[in-house]
């Protein structure tokens, strides 16, 4: 098949696009609403009523105060490494020995699953130390740069997800029937939050259109069957 071009050679402007570097190197933290996490809380928020009971987070309990409230009796944090002052639990989730099996009703895992190496070891260890009818809500990247998580950590990025590559490794743990997925993000959000442009720059209808082929990042959530060890 073949496709008529819309310009001319020579004939497209990038405008204060056309550079090697990006308009903001911190994802426009400092400047609005970054991206991915309007995307990340549209998630959370969606799915806010699976936030209760006992419930574990990843690297600090901000979402899990905000979208769980009340709704929440107990509260951990978990972390890679030892020097996080809000963890209550150090632990490797690619190998979480130290985490007893059945533990949590829900499991908030946003943007880090990328920074996991043996991720698919990951995701059987959330299934394992979630209870019987709990949810992980989970999200990860789909496209952004390569490198340390706004430098605070030396965790690195390993993988960039898709929908498709996302369903099938929770599938594998929690059942095709208990996984369902949400991509975010279209063409041109994703060169917005390569350039560090916020939400702010966008229109609504250009941030809230999703165009599967070009992915910022996936929302994930899971539920462990009851009766299933």
Request: charged fraction near 20%; hydrophobic fraction near 40%.
């Amino acid at each position: 098949m073949f496709h008529h071009k819309l310009w001319l050679l020579g004939q497209v402007r990038f405008g204060n696009l056309r550079r090697f570097e990006p308009l903001d190197d911190m994802f426009g933290w400092d400047t609005g609403t970054v991206i991915d996490r309007y995307y990340m809380e549209d998630f959370l928020a969606k799915y806010s009523k699976d936030i209760q009971g006992e419930v574990m987070e990843v690297g600090h309990d901000m979402y899990t105060v905000k979208f769980g409230g009340d709704r929440v009796t107990k509260s951990d944090v978990v972390h890679y490494v030892e020097g996080n002052p809000q963890a209550t639990i150090v632990a490797d989730l690619s190998n979480a020995a130290n985490i007893p099996s059945n533990s949590f009703d829900c499991i908030i895992i946003v943007q880090t699953l990328q920074m996991i190496y043996d991720v698919k070891a990951a995701v059987k260890e959330l299934y394992r130390i979630l209870k019987q009818g709990g949810v992980v809500l989970a999200t990860t990247n789909g496209t952004s740069k390569v490198g340390l998580f706004l430098g605070v950590d030396d965790w690195g990025t390993f993988w960039h997800m898709t929908a498709q590559s996302s369903r099938m490794m929770f599938e594998e743990n929690f059942g095709s029937d208990a996984v369902s997925i949400q991509p975010y993000g279209n063409l041109i959000a994703c060169v917005a939050f390569l350039h560090g442009m916020n939400v702010e720059d966008l229109t609504k209808k250009e941030i809230n259109y999703v165009d599967q082929r070009y992915e910022v990042i996936i929302g994930i959530r899971a539920t462990k069957p009851l009766n299933n060890e």
